[in-house]
């Protein structure tokens, strides 16, 4: 029987672990990488309630102690009595009944967030507190915590409004709707929070990432406009548009139509709505990076451009069928691909394809790799379906492959060569080094498992040409809907030790402290052999027959299974595997 000392609520658990849950797949839906995101309760007796304690932490035994809290009453009290709306006086009688509940709301949420402030600052974190919500007898407040450094790193749109500065982000709007979420959750008396798993999910992830996308659409992007509700569903639908069998693609400009840095091409006798879909994709037909398509946040006005480069505009990039960015510049904030919302991102990160290289070119130098990785990036920005294929056999493989492709004399690859050769049906075939040697090679190989109907034969031909890349052969596929592919990409290499670490902590968990090795061996179940699997699967037998009380809840895990491409090349190091 487990026994909650810190008690709120039966569920509370429960409840925690669901809104984490959620985080951490809106989170995966945008692409935010944030492994340490984490989720936690602290709940303030409510005046007059005589509680085990004045404050809870849910969980009791994770990082937070109550002593971080230790003055929060006296100094939400304090907070309470200098509140500036004490000072305010509304002409409806129930928003006067409603203020000091709301008061006390704001202070609880206020203080509880400037408590953890000075923990924030030494581990590099940001905690988002979301609004004190009454349940039983406490005011709780889920906090969602980020890494500093992760969120720091994203694009950030700022906005002046109502003379004060603020900046915002996809992931910041997405936090919000999350917090948003546990606040209607914990305002709901039946069923309690947490009793049951789906009540805990009145918006599912996909729902949250659009709804942020829409909010962040709401943006004030003209100065001195506000922003608009419609705009991110004008933008979805004209990019689903097809115009004469064309797919569409432009640049539309956010701005006012009296801006002074403005220089029209075409102006419009009528502005055009942008909810006028088809007339707006017939406009966007003329439309080009340099004349783009001038629109507020309900009209278009013309084409033109703008004249002080130093301070761009915000606009909109319609990449592809259905498919935008929103951007200033070259600064990327959100990208839109069929409906889903996502952060810019590169198509892999520069330390992954480093790490991928080296283990495929053993002994590659590291100019390169970084030539190959600037290959990478012109590629992925020239945005034309094409194949590069890096093969340290490429001399030899261009006079193989003469017959099914053009042979040329060994040239270095840069922009204006990718221009030209990726114009031509097949692949080019260069060395580790960005030489290239042959262009328009039709590709050959046997099928294998990782083969897919699912993608085009471009990316299926490089498949099968490259193999697992014990050849010395990596591909870059690029398809026609802006998709870049590595291939082939290993998976990455994790510390031996660290996962034995794992695994014996698990063996000596309980019920109670066993979800964080849990969920980390579950994540890389992959790099598991056969004895350590059978381990793993021994202390979960264990763990899930240990007898608990009725309100709790347990996940029953997949049990685990060596995978037979796993081989001691995905270790770091030795590891310390003991034959038990």
């Not at 658990?13 to 989720?39: C, E, N, P, W, Y």
């Not at 801006?259 to 006028?276: A, H």
């Not at 919302?341 to 970084?370: C, H, K, V, W, Y």
Request: charged letters at 25%; glycine letters at 6%; proline letters at 5%.
């Amino acid at each position: 029987m487990k026994t909650i000392d810190q008690f709120m609520w039966p569920y509370q658990h429960a409840f925690r672990g669901t809104l984490q849950h959620l985080a951490r797949s809106v989170f995966g839906r945008i692409g935010f990488d944030d492994d340490a995101a984490i989720v936690f309760l602290v709940g303030l007796a409510a005046p007059g309630c005589k509680g085990r304690h004045a404050v809870c932490i849910e969980p009791e035994n994770g990082r937070w102690k109550q002593e971080t809290f230790a003055t929060l009453p006296d100094d939400i009290e304090r907070a309470i009595r200098s509140h500036p709306a004490q000072r305010m006086h509304y002409g409806d009688q129930q928003a006067m009944r409603d203020k000091p509940e709301n008061i006390r709301r704001s202070a609880v949420s206020a203080e509880v967030a400037r408590h953890l402030r000075s923990d924030d600052e030494r581990l590099g974190i940001r905690s988002f507190c979301s609004r004190a919500t009454r349940h039983g007898d406490f005011y709780v407040v889920a906090v969602l915590q980020v890494t500093e450094r992760t969120l720091n790193a994203l694009p950030t749109i700022q906005y002046r409004w109502q003379d004060e500065l603020r900046e915002d982000c996809l992931t910041r709007e997405c936090i919000r709707q999350i917090l948003a979420q546990a606040e209607h959750e914990l305002s709901r008396p039946h069923p309690e929070p947490g009793r049951g798993i789906a009540d805990s999910y009145r918006l599912q992830s996909d729902e949250i990432v659009e709804r942020s996308a829409r909010l962040l659409m709401r943006t004030p992007f003209i100065p001195g406009d506000q922003g608009n509700w419609g705009l991110f569903d004008s933008i979805e639908e004209v990019s689903k548009l097809m115009y004469e069998a064309t797919v569409g693609t432009g640049k539309i400009i956010l701005a006012a139509d009296n801006d002074p840095n403005l220089r029209y091409v075409l102006k419009l006798s009528t502005p055009v709505l942008l909810n006028q879909t088809r007339w707006l994709r017939k406009l966007l037909q003329m439309a080009t990076r340099e004349t783009a398509l001038i629109a507020d946040y309900t009209q278009a006005f013309g084409l033109g451009s703008v004249s002080d480069v130093s301070a761009p505009p915000f606009s909109i990039d319609i990449t592809g069928h259905h498919q935008w960015d929103l951007r200033q510049g070259d600064r990327i904030f959100m990208r839109v691909k069929a409906g889903q919302p996502r952060l810019p991102q590169d198509p892999i990160q520069a330390e992954r394809f480093r790490e991928n290289m080296r283990r495929i070119f053993p002994g590659i130098a590291d100019t390169s790799i970084s030539m190959a990785q600037k290959v990478m990036d012109l590629l992925f920005k020239m945005g034309r379906g094409s194949t590069i294929v890096f093969a340290k056999d490429a001399a030899k493989e261009a006079e193989r492959l003469e017959s099914q492709g053009t042979r040329i004399q060994p040239t270095a690859i840069n922009k204006e060569f990718l221009e030209r050769a990726s114009s031509i049906d097949g692949a080019m075939l260069a060395g580790p080094d960005g030489v290239c040697h042959a262009v328009g090679v039709i590709l050959d190989g046997n099928a294998t498992a990782t083969c897919t109907p699912a993608r085009g034969g471009r990316y299926n031909s490089a498949v099968r040409y490259v193999g697992d890349g014990s050849t010395g052969r990596l591909a870059l596929v690029l398809s026609e809907d802006g998709t870049l592919d590595v291939v082939p990409l290993l998976r990455p290499q994790i510390d031996g030790d660290t996962l034995e670490r794992t695994i014996d902590a698990l063996g000596a968990a309980t019920i109670d402290d066993y979800h964080q090795f849990r969920n980390f061996l579950d994540e890389n179940r992959f790099y598991l052999n056969e004895e350590q699997c059978r381990r793993v699967n021994e202390a979960l037998d264990r763990i899930e027959h240990q007898p608990r009380d009725d309100t709790s809840i347990v996940w029953v895990t997949r049990r685990f299974h060596p995978d037979p491409e796993m081989n001691d090349s995905y270790l770091k190091k030795a590891s310390s595997v003991r034959s038990r």
